[in-house]
């Protein structure tokens, strides 16, 4: 029987009755602990924080699941990561993000200061609409800047998408443009005053008196602009000599379902010019934006040559320029410029 002292480390060891008890030292016990969990890449966990706040999936199904565990297993040095690693890393994130009930809180981003929301702001005015891989730039220049928590910094990014979201359902199609009301008020000339219009009408032929009457274009009522007189303008008035001269209006159909809309805009009468509307944002400016941005947040600069065959490798090229420099020179090609060929002795290899 051998007694174990752990408090002194000692083991003492009987061997027969009655004969003394040897002490010998107890071996380590600090190097008998379990090894310590390996924790997951910094890549692997920016792929399940997009997972958990980008795209909003706090309890992935089984399915969801097992595809995680693919795409994280295929990871470098994430083999080790399994089932049960994934459940408890969503029910750690359900339990903080439970404590955040309002994301909206400065809690939420407590983190961050006032110099890293400074600059996130300057990144997502210029690149509303960010991509994955830039997200995780921001993430990483945010995290290493200012020593900011990832998770925060996804935090603020998703609460900026959902606000502009929500003000992009609310906002009407015209909010972005000067208002057309006034616009169009600016164009439209002076009515005619409606008594000349029925003495107009009076004089026309038997044949022309059942012809409708005048109308407006149809589609200046959805813009609601004022169909009223003006009484600040001067009413034009003519006389009976005068309107027989004027042109004979062009009748309109009523509205039915044979008669095409576009009909209308043919039939306009001549004192409505054309409706001139603002053009929108041209996509392929804003495109061509988020490229730009991309391509200067994408680019790596080439690593730097670590040897003396790197270095000669990499300036062979203008070397050889030099070489052929020189040879000019010693041909005599640029001795009218000053360049004599006795300078290019012992320089050329």
Known sequence: ??????QNHVVMESTLPGSQEIAREAPDLSKLSKVKPKRITNEARNLLLDIFYTKNVTNPTRLQREELIQQVQA???????????LDKWFQYQRQKQKKRKNTD????????????IASLKTLHQGTPQPSLEII???????????????????????????QMDELSLLTPAFSHSPSPTATFHAQLPSPIDTNDLRSWDATQTPDSSHAAPIMSNPYLYSLHLNREPSTTRNTVHFSSEERTFLPTPTPVPEMSQEVDPSHFMSTTPTCVPALKLQPLPDPIRTELLLAIHEGFTSFKSPPRPKTREGLATELAPYQKLMNDFLSQVNDGLFTKWGFQPEGVVGRQR
Do not use: G
């Open 1 to 6: 029987m051998e007694p174990y002292n752990i």
């Open 105 to 116: 809180d400065p809690a939420a981003t407590s983190s961050l200061s006032a110099e890293a």
């Open 75 to 85: 990871l470098p040095k994430c083999e080790h990561f399994c089932m049960k690693n």
């Open 136 to 162: 995780n730039l921001w993430v990483d220049f945010i995290h290493t800047k200012y020593q900011a928590r990832p998770e925060d910094v996804r935090t603020w990014l998703d609460n900026q998408r959902r």
